[in-house]
């Protein structure tokens, strides 16, 4: 089989784009780098690099993205763009790296091979159940499309406690921090909300946090345009809870108890839906395929090229 390198600019900082590239390092049986300088030269044995290629990390420069892919096929290897920035903010920015790489974005884009988000590898330690309590708990980026507002008001209305575990990304824009400031002065007048948010959770850790609320609640907001899975949402499903989310064709995905608002949900609404939520599907089909595809191509003299057009 061919070698595979995961490639992430923050790899060893407390990231999700890092964790995740672990993720895909580990399951794939490759080997985790930080710069295309860290590959060996090729001498005729390509390798299959999976280059992490998000904005945020990279300071908004898509010149260094290409920079990186360029030195990756310098070095004789097959360049695929692991892509995770949404194609409405960041507009002609695939456009140009379908130029330097097999770009695989998870949200899908013409000429492109569609990677979807892996699901995170689940808990080892059992779990010990749910509280014997109503205790609601949601976590994701402070985003505005989140609303986590909307699950803290929940909680309040209800009376109920609640954590919201609110990952502020380094690269933060206004509105993120607008969003928080938000949560913190709920969590200021409202002794049962807890918000997490000054320490970055690695994902076991988020999903140990998660496993002490009863119900998990997403208002995640649809995004039509932009469809792809929702990693917050990927990860709730994976604590062993029911998970309640607006309706939406990202909690559709992952098996949600389906709302149109949060206003439906009662403590009746509740104590009826106490199931965990089912199992998803990890996608990890997509990246094998690709690599088996690869594979093959290189094995035959193939055009690489030719597997996306």
């Known amino acids: 089989m061919t070698e595979v390198y995961v490639l992430v600019r923050s790899l060893g900082k407390r ?7 672990g993720f895909v390092a580990d399951r794939l049986g490759g080997k985790l780098i930080r710069s295309a300088v860290e590959l060996p030269e090729a001498n005729g044995s390509p390798a299959i690099v999976f280059a992490q290629l998000e904005y945020g990390i990279y300071g908004d420069k898509i010149e260094e993205m290409v920079a990186e892919l360029v030195e990756i096929q310098r070095r004789g290897h097959i360049a ?35 990677l979807p988000l892996i699901r995170c590898a689940l808990l080892e330690e059992p779990d010990l159940g749910p509280p014997d ?33 609110a990952t502020v990304p380094y690269f933060g824009q206004s509105s993120e921090e607008r969003e928080l400031q938000k949560l913190l002065d709920l969590a200021s007048s409202y002794p049962g909300l807890e918000v997490i948010w000054e320490r970055y959770l690695t994902i076991p850790e988020v999903q140990r946090e998660l496993r002490k609320c009863s119900h998990l ?4 907001e649809d995004i039509a345009s932009n469809w792809g899975p929702s990693g917050s949402l ?5 604590v062993g809870r029911p998970l309640i989310a607006c309706r939406s064709r990202r909690a559709a995905e992952v098996g949600a108890i389906l709302v149109n608002n949060l ?18 599907n990890d996608n ?7 690599v088996k595809w690869l594979t093959l191509s290189i094995e035959a003299h ?7 057009s």
Not at 234 to 238: F, K, Q, Y
Request: aromatic share 10%; with cysteine.
């Open 217 to 220: 609640i997403s208002a995640h």
């Open 133 to 165: 309590h109503i205790h609601l708990g949601s976590f994701g980026f402070t985003s505005p499309l989140k609303h986590h507002d909307d699950v803290a008001n929940l909680a309040i209305r209800l009376g109920v406690p609640c954590t919201i575990i």
């Open 234 to 238: 990927r990860t709730m499903s994976t």
């Open 80 to 114: 695929v763009g692991d892509y995770a920035s949404e194609p409405d903010v960041y507009r002609g920015g695939s456009e140009i790296l379908k130029n330097y790489c097999i770009l695989g974005p998870k949200y899908w884009e013409p000429d492109t091979y569609l």
């Open 15 to 21: 990231c999700g784009m890092a964790e995740y590239a």
């Open 284 to 290: 990890l089909w997509a990246y094998t395929n690709l």
């Open 263 to 280: 206003s439906e949900v009662t403590i009746d609404f509740l104590e009826m839906h106490c199931s965990p939520n089912p199992a998803i």
């Open 302 to 308: 193939r055009p690489i090229k030719s597997l996306i």
